[in-house]
Structure formats: C-alpha cells, structure tokens
C-alpha cells in the first residue's frame, strides 16, 4: 500500500504553488513533509482526500487514481485517509467524548453504552479519559490536538494526515503530540504524514524527510542523510541560517 504523487501542480490564480511534485510514501512510515511558510505542503496533502484537486498530474492511492474523483466518490478515500488539522475543529458544544461519539454514530452506526465505551478507549490511547466530560474550552492546545487524534481514529485510517501538529504548542505539549504520533503509528501500523516546520519534531520521529522548495520535492531522506546532506538549502532550513541559497515566499 502507498500513496503516490505523479508530477503533481497546483496554481491559485496566477500564483503557482506545486510545480511538479513527485513522491512516495511508504506504507507504515512517518513521513515529514517540510519547508518554508507558503511552499505548498498543507496543500500537497488536502489533494490527498479531495480538499484540492491537481491542475496536473496524478495522485494514487494503492495504484488506483484518486485525483480526478468526484466528491461522492472520495467518502472511502476519507474512511482510509484520516486527517487532524492545525486547528482541531473540535465541537465547542460537545464534551470531549461526545466529540468522539459523533463520528461512531454517523459513521459507525454505534449506541448508547457502545458507542460511549469505544470512545472511551480511544479517549485513553491518548491520555484523556480524565477530561472525558469537559468541554474543548476548558482544554489547552495540546489537549485539544489528542482528542482530535482520538477523533481521528475513529475510522481506523490507514493515513493519517497531520497540518501543523505542533504549531503553537508549548514545548512540552508538543513533545507529547510527537511521542503520540508516532505510538500511534507503531501500535496501529497506519501510515502518517506530518506537516511540520517543527524541527525538534522532524529529526526526533521522522523515518523520512520530504522536503518541499520552490514547488517540488527538493530531496527525500532519512533524518541523518537530511543532517549530512551537503545541499546547501537544506542545510540552511535546518540550521535556521537567514542568510544563504533558499529564496523564501513573500520576501
């Protein structure tokens, strides 16, 4: 199983963002998609479950096309295709396990004590049987983003997607964050995609690196062949350098 992008473009009026992205993600893995603001990496994967589609190119998942797909047809595309985003987009009239419940219900056609018992358990795999009963508001931001996660799993996806997990998060919720993804990952052998600028992030549970520059992927790699890569611009994002090759969007 994989997923596969095919000389991938993508414009927004006379803007072009994606120039031509060839890549592969392998089954099981945590790929890191990375770059600069304003790249292209959250769009690169909202062409995965049809919030975009491609001016150009192809998008295969498992060897089928699913980038011309009409939107009724992208239903199973987003069973398999899970994606939390930066946001959270949980429910603020809902408690914590009712936000969990409500795809079980809609989706899973569960009841009652079912449903509740389910949401329980993935309530816990992300440590937050605690605040079951509490509303997303009384939560902090790394809180929010495990019960997304939980929601998230609801579906049992094969991929999960995941926009700027870390960003805005204090250091230790944001290590947290990473630690659950990549648990996650391991105990349930899904696939995961992380968007993320978040270099502590990156080099402590990627198993590759996707870099993403001037609208395609620049280079693809293992942590450590990122830190010895000898290319200049990769050096220069990941040693945070304001001086040097890389030409940034908007400056």
């Known amino acids: 199983?994989?997923?596969?992008?095919?000389?991938?473009?993508?414009?927004?009026?006379?803007?072009?963002?994606?120039?031509?992205?060839?890549?592969?993600?392998?089954?099981?893995?945590?790929?890191?998609?990375?770059?600069?603001?304003?790249?292209?990496k959250s769009v690169t994967i909202k062409h995965i479950i049809g919030l975009l589609k491609p001016d150009a190119g192809e998008i295969l998942l498992d060897g089928e096309p699913i980038h011309n797909l009409k939107e009724r047809d992208y239903f199973p595309v987003r069973k398999r295709c899970g994606m939390v985003f930066q946001s959270?987009?949980?429910?603020?009239?809902?408690?914590?396990?009712?936000?969990?419940?409500?795809?079980?219900?809609?989706?899973?056609?569960?009841?009652?004590?079912?449903?509740?018992?389910?949401?329980?358990?993935?309530?816990?795999?992300?440590?937050?049987?605690?605040?079951?009963?509490?509303?997303?508001?009384?939560?902090g931001d790394g809180m929010r983003k495990r019960v997304a996660i939980a929601r998230t799993l609801t579906m049992d996806p094969e991929y999960i997607l995941f926009d700027e997990p870390t960003t805005g998060l204090d250091p230790v919720s944001a290590r947290r964050v990473d630690k659950l993804i990549r648990t996650m990952s391991d105990q349930t052998g899904a696939t995961s995609?992380?968007?993320?600028?978040?270099?502590?992030s990156i080099f402590s549970?990627?198993?590759?690196?996707?870099?993403?520059?001037?609208?395609?992927?620049?280079?693809?790699?293992?942590?450590?062949?990122?830190?010895?890569?000898?290319?200049?611009?990769?050096?220069?994002?990941?040693?945070?350098?304001?001086?040097?090759?890389?030409?940034?969007?908007g400056f």
Do not use: W
Request: charge should be neutral; aromatic fraction near 6%; glycine fraction near 8%.
């Open 1 to 40: 199983m994989s997923i596969i992008f095919k000389d991938v473009h993508k414009a927004f009026g006379s803007k072009k963002v994606l120039r031509g992205i060839d890549l592969e993600v392998k089954t099981g893995e945590v790929l890191f998609i990375i770059g600069t603001s304003g790249v292209g």
């Open 88 to 139: 959270s987009t949980l429910f603020d009239s809902l408690t914590v396990v009712e936000n969990v419940i409500l795809p079980l219900r809609k989706h899973k056609k569960l009841k009652g004590t079912k449903a509740e018992k389910e949401a329980m358990a993935l309530l816990e795999k992300v440590g937050m049987t605690h605040y079951a009963h509490r509303y997303p508001a009384a939560l």
């Open 193 to 200: 995609i992380v968007v993320s600028h978040d270099l502590e």
């Open 205 to 249: 549970i990627a198993d590759r690196i996707a870099m993403v520059y001037q609208g395609i992927i620049h280079m693809v790699g293992t942590p450590d062949e990122f830190r010895h890569s000898d290319n200049a611009v990769v050096q220069q994002f990941i040693n945070g350098c304001s001086e040097g090759e890389m030409e940034t969007p």
